[in-house]
Each structure stands twice: as structure tokens, then as C-alpha cells.
């Protein structure tokens, strides 16, 4: 599959930024409040406010190279928000639908599948041991959702 570098580049770093941020996010919020409504509010404004300012990094990132033409750097920014805005509302659906216990573990295997599909499709782009990479970018993201899901219960404790 063909793919111009600088759309390839916004759509990755919006894709895995998309997965990684929402997972933390929910799980995070869900050890905090337990509540539904505060996860799909806290979807919501990744969706809109995190891609917006994903985009306008790697528009930032991009221009400070002094190496892109306009048009790369428009097709990176455009590519980042969408990938990340589109993804991240993925997980909104469990939570709608499903008891939040229920619906964050369907949210964090769903993630993981998308990890785990796009670090292969990275690995055999690149010519690598797809594995390898499986395993790397499943450990990170496993260490993010332990992390935050303890400190939502620290914060929880607070209030």
C-alpha cells in the first residue's frame, strides 16, 4: 500500500497516540469516578481537543525541519488529526453500550488489537521482526494502562 511519507507520518503518530492516550485516559477515569458518563466526556474531549493539538505538533515538528513543502506538512497535520480524532472515537461504542467494567476491558483488547495490527504492518514496511516490535509497543502500553489505572485509584482516594 502506497503512501505519501508525510501522510504516513500524521497517520502514525494520530493512530498510536489515538490508542495509547484514550486507553490511559479511560482507564484512568474509570479508577477515579467509575462513571460511564465521565469516560465517554473524557473520549470526547481527547477526540476533538488532544487531535487538534496532536495535528498542530506535527505541524510545528514538520515546519521546524525546514525540509517539507507546505503541502507535506498540510498532509501530515490533516493526517494526524483525522487518524487520531476517528480512532479514539472507537472506544466510545463499549462504553455506550456495555456495564464500564465490561466495556473497559473490551476497550483495552480492542486497543491492543489495534496495536498489535499496526506494529506488524510497521514491521514488514520496514523489513523487521514483527514480534519484536508486537511485544515493545504492547509492553509500553501495558505499563501506561498499570500506571494510570493506579493513579486514578491514588486520585480516587483523594476526593
Not at 506535527?58 to 503541502?71: D, G
Not at 488529526?81 to 480492542?110: E, G, H, N
Not at 491492543?112 to 514483527?130: C, E, G, H, R, V
Request: hydrophobic share 50%; glycine share 8%.
Amino acid at each position: 500500500m502506497f503512501m505519501r511519507h508525510s501522510i504516513r507520518t500524521g497517520f502514525s503518530f494520530g493512530i498510536t497516540s489515538g490508542i495509547i492516550t484514550t486507553l490511559g485516559l479511560i482507564v484512568g477515569l474509570e479508577s477515579t469516578t467509575g462513571s460511564g458518563l465521565i469516560v465517554i466526556g473524557g473520549i470526547l474531549i481527547i477526540a476533538i481537543a488532544d487531535s487538534l493539538s496532536d495535528a498542530m505538533g506535527i505541524h510545528v515538528s514538520e515546519e521546524s525541519e525546514s525540509i517539507h513543502s507546505t503541502k507535506e506538512i498540510w498532509e501530515s497535520t490533516i493526517s494526524c488529526f483525522l487518524s487520531k480524532f476517528f480512532i479514539t472515537l472507537t472506544f466510545i461504542l463499549p462504553v455506550l453500550l456495555l456495564q464500564l467494567s465490561i466495556a473497559i476491558i473490551i476497550c483495552v483488547i480492542w486497543g491492543f488489537f489495534l496495536i498489535i495490527f499496526f506494529s506488524y504492518y510497521l514491521a514488514k514496511k520496514q523489513d523487521k521482526n514483527p514480534y519484536k516490535i508486537i511485544i515493545e509497543h504492547l509492553v509500553l502500553a501495558t505499563i501506561i494502562i498499570i500506571v494510570t489505572h493506579y493513579v486514578g485509584k491514588w486520585i480516587a482516594t483523594l476526593i
